[in-house]
């Protein structure tokens, strides 16, 4: 895997109240506290209500702290919106960029995309950019160009070095039906050519659970993933970090 750590990058989008998302990494940094950073790197982005507290309960152990989104903005009048110097200072290392739900629910773009990876990379956060076609998309044969489109326009001027991507075919998101690992493994090898870096890490996402990852980790483009639905248990979670 040319000496790319993996990453296993939990999104717990919009469940757990501030209790229970502390009851959860309580849990989960128990489970993995053998797991050394230079093996995995573990990341797990809570809702924006539970940072402040997963972040003190995080303090000491080998589990970083991501975000879901942020504003582009370093501050001003807009409202519900979250800065990258606010994720910053709560102890955010991460923040995922451009996910799909973002792009498709609320209208994120890729220029938004663009501008939300330079604030995040402003403060020094790392932003975790995700890309991926539709199945209507993959059907008609357009995969290649989607993401081609996606990649360009989202870090058009980004130095690539300096960000983590998540590939997540839309089709297998949330769905239970991941994409095999030889097809994500082809889109990961494209997105390389691409992007024209060795040491860029590229994650896999859309149901991954325990019984899946260790198949998909073994492909040669594939540098950790991007969980959803199993990040949510702690012993799955763990199960998946330790593949
Ligand atoms: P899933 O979600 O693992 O529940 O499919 C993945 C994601 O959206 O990041």
Redesign the pocket.
Known sequence: MANRIPLIAG?W?MNKTNSEAVELVKRLKVLVKSIKANDCEIVVCPPFTALSDVAKELKGTNIYLGAQNLHFEDSGAFTGEVSAQMLKEIGCKYVIIG???RRQLFGETNAAVNKKIFAALKQGLKPIVCVGETLSERERDKTKDVIKKQITESLANVDVNKIVL?Y?PIW????GKTATPEQAQEVHAFIRSLIKSESTRILY????KPDNIKELMKQKDIDGT??????LDAESFAKIVKY
């Open positions: 999104n989008k996910h799909s739900e998540a997540e297998a998101i949330g769905t996402g859309g149901s991954v991007l969980v959803g639905g199993a990040s």
